[in-house]
């Protein structure tokens, strides 16, 4: 993929983004709002074989559904399809929100491909979070504003694991400097490096990656 193709949807979905949040702190700074953003694709790299792209999940809100205001972390779309099963187990009368289909011939070195499977996972997110059952799902919570994996996620919710869920939403880091809704409110409570990838449970991962806006050989890849 190109670098300035793959550099110029990145920057058009952030301005976009970026206006969004100003609209919604003009409106009413006392108003009750979720905003969340879904961007930075990432590729990893596991082996010469197999690699798959994640996404940098951005939340700032106000509700006091949430235990903290701001937050940063990376999912996979295999990730977003476990959550909506998780919520589908628990809500199974309420009609859910739908995903971007899967594509068996989704390229990671296709622009397209990637931008419409960005801008589907921030529809699916902005969806959930304008139905009020999920907010109370801790699954929900731990998926947005936790470094855990799908795995810890369940046992966490169920209460299996040494750490509560809010313990496992507190140690979540965000970096401010890459935050994409830049007032000083949001800043307040936001601690540092948010760069760990979602599968490093409550530590930082040590996946190689390569960013798409800086261009890689990931056209010759297939996500699995």
Not at 27 to 45: A, L, M, W, Y
Not at 84 to 99: H, S, V
């Amino acid at each position: 993929m190109k670098q300035s193709s793959a550099r110029g949807w990145t920057i058009e979905h952030r301005k976009l983004s970026e206006s969004v949040m100003d609209g919604l702190m003009i409106d009413s700074p006392q108003k009750e709002f979720i905003c969340v953003c879904v961007r930075d694709p990432r590729c990893h790299k596991e082996n010469f074989w197999h690699t798959h792209i994640d996404y940098e999940i951005c939340l700032y809100t106000n509700s006091m559904c949430f235990r903290k205001k701001t937050s940063c972390v990376r999912r996979r779309y295999s990730e977003f399809v476990w959550l909506r099963q998780r919520l589908q187990d628990n809500e199974f009368l309420i009609d859910l929100p739908k995903l971007p289909p899967w594509n068996p011939f989704f390229s990671l070195g296709n622009s397209c491909h990637v931008a419409d499977r960005m801008k589907g996972l921030q529809k699916f997110l902005e969806d959930v979070l304008q139905t009020p059952f999920f907010l109370s799902e801790s699954r929900l919570h731990l998926f947005l504003q936790s470094h855990l994996n799908i795995m810890k996620i369940d046992a966490c919710a169920q209460g299996l694991t040494r750490y509560t869920v809010e313990q496992a939403i507190q140690g979540c880091t965000c970096n401010l400097s890459r935050f994409p809704f830049d007032d000083e409110e949001s800043k307040i409570g936001c601690d540092s490096d948010c760069e760990s990838n979602s599968s490093s449970g409550l530590g930082h991962s040590m996946e190689p990656t390569m960013s798409l806006s800086e261009g890689t050989s990931a056209s010759d890849y297939h996500e699995v």
